[in-house]
T-cell receptor, first 112, second 114 residues
Framework: KQEVTQIPAALSVPEGENLVLNCSFT??????LQWFRQDPGKGLTSLLL?????REQTSGRLNASLDKSSGRSTLYIAASQPGDSATYLCAVRESAGNQFYFGTGTSLTVIP | DAGVTQSPTHLIKTRGQHVTLRCSPISGHKSVSWYQQVLGQGPQFIFQYYEKEERGRGNFPDRFSARQFPNYSSELNVNALLLGDSALYLC?????????????FGQGTRLTVV
């Protein structure tokens, strides 16, 4: 069964810092990987979708990379802002199925 | 364009009762999935529907059921509620049921069972 792990579980950084969130998955037979943001008590906001054939995707200050063979993805946030404070979840969709497998998330706090 | 909409946003039920949660996908999206998110955990897959047919089912008891209507909206039903069913229930929509399309989530329904 696919297992998704996110490290660290929590992260606190001063405003303006660049940071990296990590996601690892156990089965490399994935169709795609999607990064989400979740504010407390709210739903999920899609940030970036990376297909299995891609190495990275960028949107504004966000850059996500994928190394399928090693079962890893990273989300890079440049010049962090207090508004970036949220929980970041990564989810993989396997080739053989259609459900997402989620990690438990990284709780990010950006201190003004 | 409206995103994925879920109703109600909050709900309090008593153990043993039944609950129905509703989801309207993004216009043009034909696939709806349901997830349960317990506090502090990542979402867990419950069901996926596409073109009114069940395309996937997660490891949940038979007390959980769902259906999709001709307009692609969906309902999640939970019978005989337990305290452990308290969670945020999330609905996701996508264009098709499989493949590389992006999934979009609603704001969720917070269910509290007392």
């Amino acid at each position: 069964k696919q297992e998704v792990t996110q490290i660290p579980a929590a992260l606190s950084v001063p405003e303006g810092e660049n940071l990296v969130l990590n996601c690892s998955f156990t089965d490399s037979a994935i169709y795609n990987l999607q990064w989400f943001r979740q504010d407390p008590g709210k739903g999920l906001t899609s940030l970036l979708l990376i297909q299995s054939s891609q190495r990275e995707q960028t949107s504004g200050r966000l850059n996500a990379s994928l190394d399928k063979s090693s079962g890893r993805s990273t989300l890079y946030i440049a010049a962090s802002q207090p508004g970036d404070s949220a929980t970041y979840l990564c989810a993989v969709r396997e080739s053989a199925g259609n459900q997402f497998y989620f990690g438990t998330g990284t709780s990010l706090t950006v201190i003004p | 364009d409206a995103g994925v909409t879920q109703s109600p946003t909050h709900l309090i039920k008593t153990r043993g009762q039944h609950v129905t949660l509703r989801c309207s996908p993004i216009s043009g999206h034909k696939s709806v999935s349901w997830y349960q998110q317990v506090l502090g955990q990542g979402p867990q897959f419950i069901f996926q529907y596409y073109e009114k047919e069940e395309r996937g089912r997660g490891n949940f008891p038979d007390r959980f059921s769902a259906r999709q209507f001709p307009n692609y909206s969906s309902e999640l039903n939970v019978n005989a509620l337990l305290l452990g069913d308290s969670a945020l229930y999330l609905c996701a929509s996508s264009l098709v049921w499989i493949g590389g399309t992006e999934a979009f989530f609603g704001q969720g329904t917070r269910l509290t069972v007392v």
